[in-house]
């Protein structure tokens, strides 16, 4: 059987997206759990740990807070423990260039894609590791999408945006947005619309991406795009 110890360095060796939660106060005072927050199951249990609680403790991992909750005759703090979010940018452009340095500030796993092998180079992009040169399906290979990835589309060419659109159609990721102008944006839906999607799957899409601070330069409309990412991820919609 895992120890709670045991259950606690494995999350933190494995960069897992769990959570510790300890009782500090009423019955039972420093008991503590064990959550898997990939799969919301318990890794150690702890009688106190009923399904009301597990829900309550789950909400709190999605916003990645470490706080103190209240149970009916306990309190608890809850230690969350999650690895950096990844943000895929398609397209390498300027905006690109502003943009993944401050993504990776934010603590952002960043991952630069783009077909054009003189586009995503070191010397372009030196702060950041994963660089990947081809078609956006060699970069959903190596990295797929799940609930805590952050899709950026910065190119307008359907041979990067249909692939990357199939792929969020099928696992929905935290937040995906596409450059373009408003007109472009609704020719995007109009395309997608007839191939199938749903108002809710439309709806999904950020376009154009970025908060409306009325951007110009490219400096500009990364601070936007990274904007409306950090207030997607702290639950600001």
Known sequence: MVT???AIERLVADGSFGAVVTVIEGADVGSFAVIDGAS????????????????????????????????TDRRLFVEAFAPPPTMLIFGAGHVAQILAPIAQKADFRVVVSDARTDWVTPERFPEIKDLVVGWPDRALERFPLDGR??????????????????????TPPAYVGAMGSRRTHAGRLERLATDGWTSVQLDRIRGPIGLDLHAKTPAETAVAIMAEVISTRRGGG
Not at 47 to 64: G, K, M, N, Q
Not at 149 to 169: G, I, K, N, Q, W
């Open 40 to 71: 919301g199951t318990r890794v150690v249990d702890a009688p106190w740990l009923d399904d009301a609680v597990l829900a309550e403790v789950l909400d709190v991992l999605a916003r990645e807070e470490s706080i103190t909750i209240a149970s």
């Open 149 to 170: 990835t952050y899709v950026v589309l910065l190119s307008h060419d359907r041979r990067f945006e249909d692939p990357v659109f199939a792929a969020v159609r099928k």
């Open 4 to 6: 709670a110890m045991q």
